[in-house]
């Protein structure tokens, strides 16, 4: 079997010089520049009649659409708690920042989070190379993050303070190799964005490949993040009689992929992670993303009503009512139950200090949210470890069940 290799990843993702916008939060405005501030030992803040909790979300930049969805979803939740009465009576408030879709405005947000605001814990990025990037400064202070990204790479290596609010793409993976073994595929294609979780995805999935002897990676290439127009490579891969190309791509450019793949004459069948859960990629791609397998926690159905869960049936209804429409991203229902999860493990701590919600968040076990039932009692920050295959049928997501 002809294999294709990886070089390794590099030890930290590269950074972007950028300063972070301006954010108006209540009555405050942050005003940041590049500059580098070192952490201090965190210090607990004074008693306040509130909870304070930083969110740092990709609300510009290449990420941004699930970047606002994520932060549509943990507003949502901080009404539901507060119009419930708060946290043992405390009301939650949000100090929030955007990160740009760059790891070093992340850094910057996430270190006057700590220094500055004192916050009481933190949600992170579905941006995964910054939550990498963040990860060593909440390490270090000992303030909980719960991070919204998929990659695999930051949970289950020891970090502390650090968890997931949805399932791992290490599961998205196993899944669609399960459907590409089922659907007989032979020779395969791997086409990539330059981005952390898109690279460790396709080197996972590389790996994967190679312990199936019935299955040979023969193409496997990266493009740019801003990259628009892939006619000519697709043209090229029509003569490599490959039969499955793996998508790792984002939400922004995933619908224009699959239109200019089927359109370069590709016949072959289609796989990918959640990108395709996104309802307006699969809208804007129409019938070019007939037949594309996805792997995801959760995939954005048309109307609550087709809604896999009543726990998503639920969301959505209050989202409807919040927003005026339906999400088009799940990074909703995981901004929404991050949200959800550190308020239940505030109820259960005995106190608001760092180690008293981090060790509450490990006892939690059996916790029903949209992404199904958490349990992070193993100490590995993954508090899901299952995941949904779907199929574009119609136009629409279905459960899609692998027939042995």
């Not at 909703?332 to 008293?356: I, K, V």
């Not at 119609?394 to 027939?403: D, H, R, S, V």
Request: proline share 2%; charged share 25%.
């Amino acid at each position: 079997m002809r294999r294709l290799r990886f070089g390794r990843l590099a030890a930290a993702v590269l950074m972007v010089a950028a300063s972070l916008l301006p954010t108006v939060y209540l009555d405050k405005k942050y005003e940041l520049g590049a500059q580098t501030i070192r952490v201090k030992p965190y210090e607990k803040r004074d008693d306040t009649p509130y909870i304070k909790i930083g969110v740092y979300a990709s609300l510009t930049g290449y990420a941004s659409l699930l970047g606002r969805m994520g932060q549509q979803g943990i507003r949502l939740a901080v009404e539901d708690i507060n119009g419930s009465g708060g946290v043992d009576g405390k009301e939650i408030r949000l100090i929030e920042y955007d990160d740009q879709s760059d790891s070093e405005a992340a850094v910057t947000a996430v270190r006057k989070m700590i220094e500055e605001d004192r916050v009481d814990a933190i949600i992170g990025s579905h941006t995964s190379g910054n939550i990498l990037q963040t990860t060593e400064l909440t390490e270090q202070a000992h303030v909980v993050q719960i991070g919204l990204g998929t990659s695999f790479v930051w949970t289950g290596v020891g970090n502390k303070y650090l968890f997931r609010s949805t399932a791992s793409s290490k599961y998205f993976d196993e899944l669609l190799l399960s459907a590409m073994e089922r659907q007989g595929a032979k020779r395969i294609g791997i086409l990539y964005s330059e981005t952390d979780y898109a690279e460790s995805g396709a080197r996972h999935m590389e790996a994967l490949i190679e312990d199936c002897p019935q299955m040979e990676l023969v193409w496997l290439k990266k493009h740019k993040i801003d990259e628009n127009d892939y006619s000519t490579m697709f043209m090229r891969l029509n003569h490599m009689n490959i039969d499955s190309l793996i998508l790792y791509t984002s939400s922004e450019t995933a619908s224009l992929q699959i239109r200019q793949l089927r359109q370069a004459g590709f016949q072959g069948a289609v796989y990918a992670p959640e990108s395709f859960a996104n309802s307006e990629v699969r809208r804007s791609a129409g019938d070019a993303a007939e037949g594309v397998v996805y792997a995801c926690g959760y995939s954005i159905p048309d109307s609550p009503i087709e809604a896999v869960t009543p726990e998503e049936r639920t969301f959505l209804e209050k989202f409807i009512q919040r927003y005026g429409t339906m999400p088009v991203a799940e990074a909703a229902y995981r901004g929404y139950d991050a949200m959800m999860l550190l308020a239940e493990a505030m109820r259960r701590a005995d106190t608001l200090e760092s180690e008293d919600i981090r060790d509450a968040l490990v006892s939690i076990k059996g916790y029903k949210g949209i992404g199904g039932i958490f349990d992070f009692t193993d100490g590995s920050g993954d508090g899901i470890q299952t995941a949904r295959l779907f199929r574009i049928v119609n136009g629409k997501p279905a459960l899609f069940t692998i027939q042995k």
